[in-house]
Nanobody, 118 residues
Framework: RLQVVESGGGSVQAGGSLRLSCTAP????????VHWYRQAGGNERELVSG????????TYLDAVKDRFIISEDKTRDTVYLRMNSLKPEDAAMYYC???????????WGQGTQVTVSS
């Protein structure tokens, strides 16, 4: 199974930006896609964004469209989530997970915390 490590979270004021990183050694070799999720408080984990295995297609939760951008650097086995114009409701623990062929199964990582103050 692939291992994922999330990083880049932090505390920002509303309107600020952060760039999250998801490093998953082997994700490029196995031609995997990556999903970003978030979970706030006792809420269910929700899918925020995704990038297809070939990088040609990206998807976004309606609430983050036009503010978040997902991208990848396959030379670094890393997928990024650039978050702009952050709102207090974006505050959550953010997780990533690989998907695709059988070689793309990954466990949940530790996540990276995003805090947004108003």
């Amino acid at each position: 199974r692939l291992q994922v490590v999330e990083s880049g979270g932090g505390s920002v004021q509303a309107g600020g930006s952060l760039r999250l990183s998801c490093t998953a050694p082997g994700f490029a070799y196995n031609n995997c896609g990556v999903h970003w999720y978030r979970q706030a408080g006792g809420n269910e984990r929700e899918l925020v964004s995704g990038i297809a295995p070939d990088g040609s297609t990206t998807t976004y939760l309606d609430a983050v469209k036009d503010r978040f951008i997902i991208s990848e650097d396959k030379t670094r086995d890393t997928v990024y989530l650039r978050m702009n114009s952050l709102k207090p409701e974006d505050a959550a623990m953010y997780y990533c997970k690989t998907f695709g062929a059988w070689g793309c199964i990954s466990d949940w990582g530790q996540g990276t915390q995003v805090t947004v103050s108003s």
